[in-house]
């Protein structure tokens, strides 16, 4: 069973940078899986960061695209998240998911959605 | 980019009723569409992928349709642990995005 789990600071201040982790168990980082960030402002809806293949390739929302930096750690088996110059409006719940865009043609295993349980960040002084 | 509109925003309804969700696409998204659940607290959950397919573990009174620009969610008998918010999210070109979300209450 694939488990996801994020972690990092839950306070950081205005101006400074957001770090998370996403440490995954029971698949490879390197499998054929599209890693994803999703964040949801509190009382807000989802918004999509961004996501990265094992290759390194990633695609980023542009609305988010100046300072978002998504990066995988294959030693780890870890995704990463960094967000630069963050303000009060980053302020979400974070999380990692897997293949937000799931075709037909997958596998089963790679068809199971899988989130982790989500991490509160604060931005504020 | 592609904007997702779901309608309506709100709405209340009881158990037993059929409830329809309704997504509209800014442009084509062809079947590239995935429905969510989601319940206060708690992570989303996939109901939904390529617009009509069933995920694996979900009743089968959860059914989606549509392509193109317009997509539905349909609850057949809506069961008290159905009361929750739900998301579209088009996977058909970069950025994704989600609807802003349906909230269904208890009437």
């Known amino acids: 069973q694939v488990q996801l789990q994020e972690s990092g600071p839950g306070l950081v201040k205005p101006s400074g940078t957001l770090s998370l982790t996403c440490a995954v168990s029971g698949d490879s980082i390197s499998s054929d899986n599209w890693w994803t960030w999703v964040r949801q402002p509190p009382g807000k809806g989802l918004e999509w960061i961004g996501e990265i293949y094992h290759s390194g390739r990633t695609n980023y929302n542009p609305s988010l695209k100046s300072r978002v930096t998504i990066s995988v750690d294959k030693s780890k088996n870890q995704i990463s998240l960094k967000l630069n110059s963050v303000t009060a409006a980053d302020t979400a719940v974070y999380y990692c998911?897997?293949?937000?865009?799931?075709?037909?043609?997958?596998?089963?295993?790679?068809?199971?959605?899988?989130w982790g349980q989500g991490i509160l960040v604060t931005v504020s002084s | 980019d592609i904007q997702m509109t779901q309608s309506p925003s709100a709405m209340s309804a009881s158990v037993g009723d059929r409830v329809t969700i309704t997504c509209r696409a800014s442009?084509?998204?062809?079947?590239?569409l995935v429905w969510f659940q989601q319940k206060p607290g708690k992570v989303p959950k996939r109901l939904i992928y390529?617009?009509?397919s069933l995920q694996s573990g979900v009743p089968s009174r959860f059914s989606g349709s549509g392509s193109g620009t317009e997509f539905t969610l349909t609850i057949s008998s809506l069961q008290p642990e159905d009361f929750a918010t739900y998301y579209c999210l088009h996977h058909n070109s970069y950025p994704y995005s989600f609807g802003q979300g349906t909230k269904l209450e208890i009437k």
């Open positions: 442009q084509g998204i062809s079947n590239h």
């Open positions: 998911t897997r293949d937000l865009g799931v075709d037909p043609s997958y596998s089963s295993d790679r068809k199971n959605d899988c």
């Open positions: 390529a617009a009509s």
